[in-house]
């Protein structure tokens, strides 16, 4: 069953706070009505959902978490493409009521100790569920091998990208940011292009003892699905884990 499809239990979140994290991105912070402290795994994903003021529109779509497990708030980063959710939550204001269901996407989540070594890949908005593992590690004090290669389009379009510094230099994750417009900014000094063949060779040399944690559109997990089959790892649920989004 796809996610959008999925009759989760909904529960009532207020929207109490507003972002602008990127030019095209919000980050949209939510509370419970009823003080509820959602219990999920770092890597899963909830349905968000509008009934537009009591109406019968009844529009959800899913999102992945990108606060830590056990916050008062669950936080989203979400790109506003313009489509039937994002047009409405493009104009959401604070003190709004959405629906938000029971988290999901068991395949996809962090578990400590299961993997001592990981590559984690994302572009775009897909570095949420990699925000919320990241904090997850830290608070419980985890420590194992995490690379983070995360490709943005140009310097404006990076998510959270202090707090990926700072995940950098507390030695949580080696982080890599490579910007795939980085000729248009005489400035940047890291990586630039996607992530390709030589970035897996030089940042995860070690690629075939790792478990790689893909979340992108379908076609960018499909294109590093390739990329990490050639280097010799196995194409299965335990060595590539990919966070199935959507055709953007
Ligand atoms: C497990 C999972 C986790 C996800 N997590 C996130 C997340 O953390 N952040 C996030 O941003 N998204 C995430 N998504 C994608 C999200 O669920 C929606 O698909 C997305 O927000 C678009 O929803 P929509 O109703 O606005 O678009 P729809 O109306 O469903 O339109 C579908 C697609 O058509 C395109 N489209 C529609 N209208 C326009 C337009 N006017 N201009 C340009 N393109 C248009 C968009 O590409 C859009 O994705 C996730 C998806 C999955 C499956």
Same mark, same amino acid.
């Given at each position: 069953?796809?996610?959008?499809?999925?009759?989760?239990? =909904?529960?009532?979140?207020?929207?109490?706070?507003? *972002?602008?994290?990127? $030019?095209?991105?919000? &980050? !949209?912070? @939510?509370?419970? /009505?009823?003080?509820?402290?959602?219990?999920?795994?770092?890597?899963?994903?909830?349905?968000?959902?509008?009934?537009?003021?009591?109406? =019968?529109?009844?529009?959800?779509?899913?999102?992945? *978490?990108?606060?830590? $497990?056990?916050?008062? &708030? !669950?936080? @989203?980063?979400? /790109?506003?493409?313009?489509?039937?959710?994002?047009?409405?939550?493009?104009?959401?204001?604070?003190?709004?009521?959405?629906?938000?269901?029971?988290?999901?996407?068991?395949?996809?989540?962090?578990?400590?100790?299961?993997?001592?070594?990981?590559?984690?890949?994302?572009?775009?908005?897909?570095?949420?569920?990699?925000?919320?593992?990241?904090?997850?590690?830290?608070?419980?004090?985890?420590?194992?091998?995490?690379?983070?290669?995360?490709?943005?389009?140009?310097?404006?379009?990076?998510?959270?990208?202090?707090?990926?510094?700072?995940?950098?230099?507390?030695?949580?994750?080696?982080?890599?940011?490579?910007?795939?417009?980085?000729?248009?900014?005489?400035?940047?000094?890291?990586?630039?292009?996607?992530?390709?063949?030589?970035?897996?060779?030089?940042?995860?040399?070690?690629?075939?003892?790792?478990?790689?944690?893909?979340?992108?559109?379908?076609?960018?997990?499909?294109?590093?699905?390739?990329?990490?089959?050639?280097?010799?790892?196995?194409?299965?649920?335990?060595?590539?884990?990919?966070?199935?989004?959507?055709?953007?």
């Amino acid at each position: 069953m796809l996610p959008t499809q999925q009759n989760a239990i =909904k529960r009532p979140y207020r929207l109490i706070d507003i *972002i602008q994290e990127t $030019p095209t991105v919000k &980050t !949209l912070k @939510f509370k419970s /009505e009823f003080g509820e402290i959602m219990d999920f795994k770092p890597g899963q994903f909830v349905q968000i959902g509008y009934s537009g003021d009591g109406s =019968k529109i009844d529009i959800q779509r899913p999102y992945s *978490i990108g606060s830590a $497990p056990g916050s008062e &708030t !669950l936080e @989203f980063y979400i /790109e506003m493409v313009g489509g039937k959710l994002t047009s409405i939550l493009d104009k959401a204001k604070i003190g709004e009521i959405y629906n938000i269901s029971q988290p999901n996407g068991k395949n996809f989540e962090y578990s400590q100790g299961y993997n001592k070594k990981s590559l984690f890949i994302a572009a775009a908005t897909g570095i949420a569920p990699f925000l919320s593992m990241l904090k997850y590690i830290e608070r419980n004090n985890i420590h194992e091998d995490i690379i983070l290669l995360y490709s943005a389009r140009t310097r404006a379009d990076i998510i959270r990208g202090q707090e990926l510094i700072e995940f950098n230099m507390r030695g949580i994750a080696k982080v890599i940011i490579t910007l795939t417009r980085a000729a248009e900014d005489a400035e940047w000094k890291g990586e630039s292009g996607r992530v390709d063949m030589d970035k897996i060779r030089r940042y995860a040399p070690d690629i075939t003892e790792r478990v790689a944690y893909l979340c992108g559109s379908n076609k960018f997990n499909s294109d590093m699905t390739n990329l990490l089959t050639s280097l010799g790892l196995p194409n299965d649920k335990e060595h590539i884990k990919r966070d199935v989004w959507g055709g953007h």
